[in-house]
């Protein structure tokens, strides 16, 4: 088990462009999690899956935003003409359905938008 | 409305001083409740959590947080507080296991 991890670390862009990060969740976690993080506040979540089956979607998630988890296992989550206010740091969770919540965090990826 | 409030952004204490960090929910039900840490560059990690039974809960790195569902409340406290300890805390609350709400994070610095 390595845990979650999430590519790129870091990424740099320039307005208008897109960007897709990646997730690969604990192996046999079913839920997978994306959250947005900005300087000083909590994590806000985005989005959801249970599986391959997006469950809930946060109203944070405009329509420039698009997240897949094709085959239950790794997620991806695109931006489309990036904004200056998507800069952040994005998170992704994963976690067992059954029992309590807990999720597992990933590094994040953090997103500058020149 | 649901919501986690953490009281007090930034928190500094001497090292070997006790930690007390506040967490207030709102909830008509007794949600699942959590305290991560975050270190720079890095993502959450659970400290400790609670679920049902012992109301008082036991994590990692010497914390402990009490629930205490007559003021709606799950402070995070260290009796002696190291170095190591500085990072960012946030209190989360599951509301009905896939409902995460957290707060806005507690900044804890010790000072030598």
């Known amino acids: 088990d390595t845990g979650v991890s999430q590519n790129p670390r870091h990424k740099i862009t320039k307005r208008g462009q897109n960007v897709t990060f990646r997730c690969d969740p604990i192996?046999?976690?079913?839920?997978l999690y994306w959250y947005r993080q900005t300087l000083g506040q909590g994590p806000e979540f985005l989005t959801y899956f249970q599986n391959e089956a997006q469950l809930e979607k946060s109203r944070l998630l405009s329509d420039r935003f698009s997240a897949e988890r094709p085959k239950g296992s790794f997620s991806t989550l695109e931006i489309q003409r990036t904004e200056q206010g998507d800069s952040a740091m994005y998170l992704c969770?994963?976690?067992?359905?059954?029992?309590?919540?807990?999720?597992?965090f990933g590094p994040g990826t953090r997103l500058t938008v020149l | 409305a649901q919501s986690v409030t953490q009281l007090g952004s930034h928190v500094s204490v001497s090292e070997g001083a006790l930690v007390l960090l506040r967490c207030n929910y709102s909830s008509s039900v007794p949600p699942y409740l959590f305290w991560y840490v975050q270190y720079p560059n890095q993502g959450l990690q659970l400290l400790l959590k609670?679920?049902?039974?012992?109301?008082l809960v036991k994590g990692i790195n010497g914390f402990e947080a009490e629930f205490k569902k007559s003021e709606t409340s799950f402070h995070l406290t260290k009796p002696s507080a190291h170095m190591s300890a500085a990072a960012e805390y946030f209190c989360?609350?599951?509301?009905?296991?896939?409902?995460?709400?957290f707060g806005a994070g507690t900044r804890l610095t010790v000072k030598p």
């Open positions: 192996s046999e976690h079913n839920r």
């Open positions: 609670y679920t049902t039974g012992a109301t």
């Open positions: 969770a994963s976690s067992l359905r059954t029992g309590p919540n807990e999720q597992f």
């Open positions: 989360a609350v599951d509301y009905n296991n896939n409902d995460m709400r």
